[in-house]
């Protein structure tokens, strides 16, 4: 196991599907006199889909497609059943601090689906939550899916998720492609180590 505290991503996937790193961040997500957590995240955007509606839509720049993989670290390290009782805590969290992510994005009406199942390359299981959330502005009015991943790999946890536009683009001349898009989305956080 790496000493590094930012996850493994599946970099040939993210090259071959045009990805672009935009941010490599480390921050304190807690910070008590017994126990400090800090999240190290590497987040994606596929960058052609943002241009396309940019020129139909100039005055609305934002990620249409993103992926995020992110670590936590935990200081003293947490041990055998410390480590599992804390996942129930990490994992809801991890989903409220996610929709909170998403409003602050620009994303409205977030509302939480079904969770399921996922198991990683690795042979891994990990909990995927979905969420459905509209975006308004100027004559904008899209549909977008956003997936929400946790796990615990080899000891250590994991998060991945992502968004991607299901509808309302297409009508204004934004070729879309809902299915491929979660198809490669749930590749890439099969891919995350």
Do not use: K, N
Not at 12 to 39: C, F, H, K, N, Q
Not at 62 to 77: H, I, Q, V
């Amino acid at each position: 196991m790496s000493d590094d505290p930012f996850p493994d991503v599946p970099a040939d996937r993210l090259s071959t599907g045009g990805w672009t790193r935009m941010e490599r961040t480390s921050e304190t997500l807690l910070s008590i006199p017994a126990l400090r957590v800090e999240g190290h995240t590497l987040l994606y955007e596929q960058p052609d889909l943002r241009e396309a509606v940019r020129t139909v839509f100039e005055r609305v720049d934002l990620p249409w497609r993103f992926f995020f993989a992110a670590g936590l670290s935990f200081t003293p390290a947490p041990t055998g059943f410390g480590r599992s009782s804390l996942f129930p805590v990490v994992f809801t969290a991890a989903r409220r601090e996610f929709a909170s992510d998403l409003r602050e994005r620009g994303f409205e009406a977030v509302e939480r689906g079904r969770t399921r199942r996922l198991h990683t390359d690795d042979g891994g299981r990990a909990r995927l939550t979905g969420y459905d959330a509209r975006f308004e502005a100027d004559t904008i009015d899209a549909d977008v899916a956003a997936w929400l991943t946790v796990w615990d790999h080899e000891g250590r946890f994991r998060l991945a998720g992502g968004v991607y536009p299901t509808g309302g683009l297409d009508s204004a001349g934004v070729a879309l492609d809902p299915e491929r898009y979660r198809e490669e989305l749930f590749a890439l956080i099969r891919g995350v180590r």
